[in-house]
């Protein structure tokens, strides 16, 4: 399949249009940015690492059950996906307290969570991806009534199984943002799982791997996504 014209550049990732209209390729960026576009960079071969990895996990969630828009990895950075009508919705699993949720409760980072917590967030850059809840998502027509019960189920089997897979590969996952969006009548997930929207901390040292490093300059973060990419990668 080969790509044709660019229809959106995001800051991670370009989609291009292909001969088929009902698929797309992902192409993976290792352009980085972290509080909404405020910090940029670049992660060396970070589009690589995510390609494999969220190609790995994606292909573990179907064995699983769960839709997903992969079709097939094409090369290194390329991902060929459904198209997808995307819901402007992201689905926020978390498992242990960390990042906005931190400051949110006034809590340090670490305590983990009795029951996963999941919160939706308005997609949208301009406003900051401001939290929501499913009365502004019907109010506002963002998702219907039966698809925001297909997000909170996927949603929590998602991190249910994800926490599983990444546990027996030593690492925690802490938190997940998960994006969905309309193929034919039918919810998938889709986007990426990757450690630029995970929080992946290391099972044992509680190190981080994940976009954090990159987000407050803590080093090693192309070692750090090599780290992710070989625990995942090598043992699937
Ligand atoms: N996240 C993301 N994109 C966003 C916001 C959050 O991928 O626009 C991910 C983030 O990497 C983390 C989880 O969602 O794994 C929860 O993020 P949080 O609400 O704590 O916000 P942050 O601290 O990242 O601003």
Same mark, same amino acid.
């Given at each position: 399949? $080969?790509?044709? =014209?660019?229809? !959106? &550049?995001?800051?991670?990732?370009?989609? !291009?249009? /292909?001969?088929?209209?009902?698929?797309?390729i992902q192409y993976f960026k290792d352009d980085a940015s972290a509080f909404n576009g405020v910090k940029k960079?670049?992660?060396?071969?970070?589009? +690589?690492?995510?390609? @494999? +990895?969220? /190609?790995?996990?994606?292909? !573990?969630?179907? =064995?699983?059950? +769960?839709? /997903? @828009? %992969?079709?097939? &990895? %094409?090369?290194?950075? =390329?991902?060929?996906?459904?198209?997808? =009508?995307?819901?402007?919705? &992201?689905?926020? %699993?978390?498992?242990? +307290?960390?990042?906005? %949720?931190? $400051?949110?409760m006034g809590l340090p980072e670490g305590e983990k969570l009795k029951a996963p917590i999941l919160e939706f967030y308005y997609k949208d850059d301009d406003l900051g991806d401001p939290m929501i809840n499913e009365y502004h998502i019907k109010e506002f027509g963002l998702a219907t009534a039966e698809e925001i019960e297909i997000l909170r189920q996927q949603g929590l089997l998602i991190n249910e199984l994800l926490f599983e897979f990444f546990k027996q590969r030593n690492i925690r996952l802490v938190d997940i943002k998960l994006e969905f969006g309309r193929h034919k009548r039918e919810v998938l997930l889709g986007d990426e799982i990757s450690p630029d929207g995970c929080r992946l901390w290391h099972w044992e040292t509680g190190e981080k791997m994940d976009k954090d490093r990159f987000r407050f300059n803590l080093g090693q973060v192309e070692e750090k996504y090599q780290e992710v990419y070989h625990l995942i990668c090598n043992k699937a």
């Open positions: 399949m $080969k790509r044709l =014209e660019q229809l !959106y &550049e995001g800051k991670a990732k370009i989609i !291009y249009a /292909t001969e088929d209209p009902d698929r797309v960079g670049t992660i060396v071969d970070k589009g +690589v690492i995510n390609n @494999h +990895v969220s /190609t790995t996990i994606f292909k !573990y969630l179907e =064995e699983k059950g +769960v839709r /997903t @828009h %992969l079709v097939k &990895e %094409l090369n290194d950075r =390329e991902m060929l996906v459904k198209r997808l =009508e995307i819901i402007p919705v &992201e689905v926020v %699993l978390r498992n242990v +307290v960390a990042g906005s %949720l931190a $400051k949110r």
